[in-house]
C-alpha cells in the first residue's frame, strides 16, 4: 500500500486540461522535493517534473507540478494522444528514510 | 550519450543469490547519488535502496533490509546490487536511476533488468 495517494486512473479528450492529485503527509510531500514520472507502455519511467524546479530539457510546457500542503498535483494541457500512460508521484520521506512512490495513475486519452 | 545499463537479472530460485551491476556511460558516477527501484509484473514502481556518492550513506526500503546490499565503485563507474534470500515477491524490473538533483529526482534511469524468482 502506498503512502503517497494518487487516483488509479483520469481521462480526458484531446485538447483537454487533466490533472492528477497526490496526497502525502508532512513527512514526505510537505518537506521533501516532489517528483512525477511518466511511464511509457513497456519502457523505462522518465523524470517529468520535480516540482519548484524548472523542467527537464525536452519535457513540453504543456505538464506543470503544483504542491500545497502535504498534497501536490500534475496538470497535462493541451492532452495529446502520445500522453497516454501511467503517472506516478514520488518523494523522500523523512520518516520512513525512503523514496516513497505513489500507486501511479494511468491517464486515458478519449 | 549519458545512459546507464543494467545487467545479471535472470530466473532463480527462492532463498536463492543474484548480482545486478548497472554501467554508467556519458557521466562520471561519483558525481551522482545514485538508486534501485523496481516494478513488480503488472504493479507500480518501488524503490530499493539509494547510495551516496563516497558509499558512506545508504538507506533500504524495508522489504529488502537485511538481504540485499547496494555498493559502488567510482572508478569503474559502476553500480551494484547484491540480493540474497530471494523471496517470489521479489521477482520485478529492476531499475538503476541517477539521482540529477540531489532531492531524489531520478533524471536518468536504465532499462531495466528482469529478475524472475
Known amino acids: 500500500q502506498s503512502v503517497l495517494t494518487q487516483p488509479p486512473s483520469a481521462s480526458g479528450a484531446p485538447g483537454q486540461r487533466v490533472t492528477i492529485p497526490c496526497s502525502g503527509s508532512?513527512?514526505?510531500?510537505?518537506?521533501?522535493?516532489v517528483n512525477w514520472y511518466q511511464q511509457l507502455p513497456g519502457t523505462a519511467p522518465k523524470l517529468l517534473i520535480y516540482v519548484g524546479f524548472p523542467r527537464p530539457s525536452g519535457v513540453p510546457d504543456r505538464f506543470s507540478g503544483s504542491k500545497s500542503g502535504t498534497s501536490a498535483s500534475l496538470a497535462i494541457s493541451g492532452l495529446q494522444s502520445e500522453d497516454e500512460a501511467v503517472y506516478y508521484c514520488?518523494?523522500?520521506?523523512?520518516?520512513?528514510?525512503?523514496?516513497?512512490f505513489g500507486g501511479g495513475t494511468k491517464v486515458i486519452v478519449l | 550519450e549519458v545512459q546507464l545499463v543494467e545487467s545479471g537479472g535472470g530466473l532463480e530460485q527462492p532463498g536463492g543469490s543474484l548480482r545486478l551491476s548497472c554501467a554508467a556511460s556519458g557521466f562520471t558516477l561519483s558525481r551522482y547519488e545514485m538508486n534501485w527501484v523496481r516494478q513488480a509484473p503488472g504493479k507500480g514502481l518501488e524503490w530499493v535502496s539509494y547510495i551516496s556518492v563516497s558509499g558512506g550513506s545508504i538507506y533500504y526500503a524495508d522489504s529488502v533490509k537485511g538481504r540485499f546490499t547496494v555498493s559502488r565503485d567510482n572508478a569503474k563507474n559502476s553500480l551494484y546490487l547484491q540480493m540474497n534470500a530471494l523471496r517470489a515477491e521479489d521477482t520485478a524490473v529492476y531499475y538503476c536511476?541517477?539521482?540529477?538533483?540531489?532531492?531524489?529526482?531520478?533524471?536518468?534511469w536504465g532499462q531495466g533488468t528482469k529478475v524472475t524468482v
Open positions: 514520488a518523494a523522500w520521506d523523512d520518516t520512513l528514510k525512503g523514496v516513497l
Open positions: 536511476a541517477r539521482d540529477g538533483t540531489g532531492g531524489f529526482s531520478f533524471d536518468i
Open positions: 508532512s513527512s514526505n510531500i510537505g518537506t521533501n522535493i
